[in-house]
């Protein structure tokens, strides 16, 4: 069993940097994927980021390719979000999650073990 916990979520202003973290308790197989999905307002929950946990292999989705940067800390059971230059339509709740897969899924089904969300707001 794995619990996930997000932080470092605000309120930043557009073009602004967040970083966000996802502590994870028990433990993290060399084959599971960790990854990062959103959720803004009236909007599903859609994929933004997922690593591999033993080769740290990263997938992004394309709204996010070269201005977010997936990462992890095997000592820390810890992966974290870098956000750089953030947008208004990036405004939603992040969540962490856990796949058991030995693949990439980008759905957000294939996660089993889901952290609780931090916020993240871009104003103007």
């Known amino acids: 069993q794995v619990q996930l916990a997000e932080s470092g979520g605000g309120l930043v202003q557009a073009g602004a940097s967040l970083r966000l973290s996802c502590k994870a308790s028990g433990t993290i197989y060399s084959n599971d994927f960790v990854g990062w999905f959103r959720q803004g307002p009236g909007k599903e929950r859609e994929f933004v980021a997922a690593?591999?946990?033993?080769?740290?292999?990263?997938f992004y989705a394309d709204s996010v390719k070269g201005r977010f940067t997936i990462s992890r800390d095997a000592a820390e059971n810890t992966v974290y979000l870098q956000m750089n230059n953030l947008k208004l339509e990036d405004t939603a709740v992040y969540f962490c999650a856990l796949s058991k897969s030995d693949y990439i899924d980008y759905r957000s089904s294939q996660y089993a073990y889901w952290g609780q969300g931090t916020q993240v707001t871009v104003s103007s």
């Open positions: 690593i591999n946990w033993r080769l740290a292999k990263t």
